[in-house]
């Protein structure tokens, strides 16, 4: 089992930045992928970033394409989101996840974090 703890949310004003960690625990050696999906209020669960975590290959949807950066540090089992240039629509819950592929499809991550707010104002 992986346990996934996010941090860093907050409300920030359009155009500022955050960023983003996850922090991972438990059976990480069987860790092949980690991602980023948001979700907005009456909104479905959307991709947003992914990495595979040995190789460090990164993933993105278009919508955040040159604003987000997705990274990670091995030794301390964490994952960052660099969040540049904030717009209001990138108001949402932010949810890190762990799984066996490297996919942008929730379905395909078995660990969830709990998720962690983000506020852009406009």
């Known amino acids: 089992q992986v346990q996934l703890v996010e941090s860093g949310g907050g409300l920030v004003q359009a155009g500022g930045s955050l960023r983003l960690s996850c922090a991972a625990s438990?059976?990480?050696?069987?860790?092949?992928?980690m991602a980023w999906f948001r979700q907005a209020p009456g909104k479905e669960r959307e991709f947003v970033a992914a990495?595979?975590?040995?190789?460090?290959?990164?993933w993105y949807s278009d919508s955040v394409k040159g604003r987000f950066t997705m990274s990670r540090d091995n030794a301390k089992n964490t994952a960052f989101l660099q969040m540049n240039s904030l717009k209001p629509e990138d108001t949402a819950v932010y949810f890190c996840?762990?799984?066996?592929?490297?996919?942008?499809?929730?379905?395909?991550?078995?660990?969830w974090g709990q998720g962690t707010q983000v506020t852009v104002s406009s």
């Open positions: 996840a762990a799984g066996d592929f490297l996919i942008p499809e929730p379905s395909y991550y078995e660990h």
């Open positions: 438990g059976r990480t050696n069987s860790m092949y992928a």
């Open positions: 990495i595979n975590w040995s190789a460090g290959n990164t």
